[in-house]
């Protein structure tokens, strides 16, 4: 997952634009509040909470300030799963996301 996100999608132009296959933005930006509460990440949040559909809407640029997968690399997200190593730290961050309620 790491290399997939981290590697791949973030080497292209900050100026694609992201089609997810499915609407989970709500939800995931539930989760990244409780992880990092920055402005990027809170604006996803009244985005989301605004409109029912967010496909298409950001870039893989957005991606980078709002996805906390996207952001391993982060200080404070590194606090937050007690990891330093961007593996470890996506790992950690899938299993809180797992658990998660």
């Keep these: 997952m790491h290399a997939a996100l981290n590697e791949t999608l973030a080497a ?3 100026e694609t634009r992201v089609y ?5 933005t709500r939800s995931n930006v539930q989760f990244a ?3 990092l509460q920055s402005d990027p990440i809170k604006e996803l949040q009244t985005f989301a ?3 029912a559909e967010t496909q298409g ?3 893989i640029g957005d991606e ?3 996805n906390v997968f996207m952001r391993v ?4 997200i590194q606090k937050a799963t007690g990891e330093t ?3 470890k730290v996506m790992a950690k961050l899938r299993e809180m996301k797992n658990n998660f309620k």
């Design 12 to 14: 292209l132009p900050d």
């Design 20 to 24: 997810s296959g499915h609407e989970y």
């Design 33 to 35: 509040v409780s992880v």
């Design 49 to 51: 909470e605004c409109n």
């Design 57 to 59: 809407k950001f870039t």
């Design 64 to 66: 980078k300030l709002h």
């Design 73 to 76: 690399e982060d200080p404070e």
């Design 85 to 87: 190593d961007p593996v």
